[in-house]
């Protein structure tokens, strides 16, 4: 089953604390001909600033380095995307700026499926949050 989605912060949390079988089944599905899952290479600041305060650095590192090469595209912030966030965050100034480039992302690449349980991205027209499963 080809497996299109936007990975937020959150996952990687749900990833690493649990290794739950439905955030295994998407990071193996990750490379499937057809799939495209991605995240935002701010989620790559966002994991170092936050993940990396509880379990260092060099784990936060390994752990990104290991979704890179299990076929998660991290999407670098290009024009189109800072422009849709920033129009994300004038409709909605409660918005974090990280969420808007990850929403934006989305929007972009993935048909706006973002699999998240932040409750910012269901405010976001055109965005549905996955959470649980594939």
């Keep these: 089953m080809a497996l299109v989605g936007c990975l937020d912060t959150r996952f990687y949390f749900a990833h690493a604390e649990d290794q739950a079988s439905w955030t295994k089944k998407i990071v193996s599905e990750a490379s499937q001909r057809g799939s495209l899952v991605v995240s935002s290479t701010i989620t790559i600041a966002e994991l170092l600033s936050t993940m990396g305060a509880d379990v260092g650095f060099e784990t936060t590192t390994l752990r990104i380095n290991s979704a890179r090469l ?65």
């Design 70 to 134: 299990a076929g998660v595209n991290f999407i670098p912030l290009s024009e189109k995307i800072a422009s849709g966030a920033g129009e994300m965050i004038l409709k909605n100034n409660d918005l974090p700026l990280a969420d808007a480039v990850i929403a934006a992302t989305a929007l972009d690449l993935t048909h706006g499926r973002v699999y998240t349980n932040d409750p910012h991205f269901q405010k976001i027209t055109g965005i549905r949050t996955l959470w649980g499963r594939p």
